[in-house]
């Protein structure tokens, strides 16, 4: 929703920098007396995750980062087929035939 | 805090934390609390800035772990304060009991006084007035936890995309979606404010 109005549009444009500095002139807090030994109260009754430290690979990160290459290599697999003559032989191959069998077939021809 | 652990570096401490000594996580907590309240006290109300931050810091502890050397301490830390601050704004909308409230008789004051001032001389005092705030707070609890947290860090923090989406471990296409989502329904709320001040 646009304001027509150049009028309304520059009093919009002038609220939102009273806004924005609204805002950054809003006061610091600081801790008070007696958090920090809260924080460590709270710190010493809880326990560290048993996430993996720093610095090992995680096996989840390894999953996404083989995905994109597996679906570029299934991509470049499914171009290249549907590229060669007898590929409508093929299509027909994979839906009327045993699928698995049939890449395995075209696979060993490669 | 001992004297000893002063001496070391944000990621030595880290290690040390990891390997048992929990006590050595005061340290770390000295070092970066200023740092912590500032992002917490400009994302949530004054009364639960204490409980925000010690929750930041609770946080950084169980997933003290995952903490990878490769970036500063600090910038890990203030990504975790900026996603606890979105954590606490799903947990406060999931929980509203009481619809959203129309703005108080004095920040629509505030509003008119300042679309009709036309120096802006005042522009300081304005923006300091308790009604400036009220307006802002009424304004940012009018959207959705995600375009209220991106709201901030873009437009009113000032940060770029790729920074925010770097805090909030979004990717930078979602908070440019984000961000023009919220630009677009805050733009709608003033819209409604200069309209009831009868504008033209």
């Given amino acids: 929703m646009k304001p027509a109005n150049p009028v309304r549009k520059e009093k919009i444009r002038k609220l939102f920098e009273h806004l924005q500095a609204a805002h950054r002139s809003q006061p610091e807090p600081d801790a008070g007396p007696g958090w920090r030994a809260g924080v460590m109260r709270a710190v010493s009754r809880s326990r560290p995750s048993d996430r993996p430290a720093a610095g090992s690979f995680p096996l989840d990160r390894l999953v996404w980062r ?10 470049l697999l499914v171009g290249y087929l549907l590229a060669q003559p007898e590929s409508a032989d093929l299509v027909a191959s994979l839906l009327f035939d045993d699928p698995a069998e049939t890449l395995v077939a075209v696979l060993s021809d490669l | ?25 005061e340290t ?32 950084a502890f169980t997933s003290l772990a995952t903490y990878s050397e490769q970036a500063p301490f600090h910038h890990w830390l203030a990504s975790l304060a900026v996603r606890t601050c979105y954590g606490f704004w799903r947990e406060a909308y999931r929980s509203r009991e009481t619809p959203m409230s129309a703005l108080s008789e004095e920040g629509q004051t505030w509003v008119e006084h300042v679309l009709t001032v036309q120096a802006d001389r005042s522009f300081h005092q304005q923006a300091a007035a308790q009604e400036a705030q009220t307006v802002l707070h009424w304004a940012l609890d009018q959207l959705s936890p995600e375009n209220r947290t ?35 329904r805050l733009r709608t709320l003033l819209l409604g404010l200069v309209k009831e001040r009868g504008s033209p």
Wanted: aromatic share 4%.
């Fill in chain 2, 28 to 59: 770390l907590v000295t070092r970066h609390q200023a740092q912590v309240f500032k992002i917490v006290g400009r994302h949530v109300p004054r009364a639960q800035v204490d409980e925000v931050a010690q929750d930041v810091f609770v946080r």
């Fill in chain 1, 66 to 75: 083989t995905a994109m290459a597996a679906s570029l290599v299934a991509c």
């Fill in chain 2, 150 to 184: 991106v709201l901030t860090l873009v437009y009113l923090e000032g940060l770029s995309i790729r920074e925010a989406a770097a805090l909030l471990n979004w990717s930078q296409v979602n908070v440019k979606v984000r961000a023009h989502r919220a630009r677009l």
């Fill in chain 2, 1 to 25: 805090m001992a004297q000893a652990e002063q001496a070391l570096t944000d990621a030595e401490i880290v290690r040390l934390v990891v390997e048992g000594k929990t006590d050595a996580f």
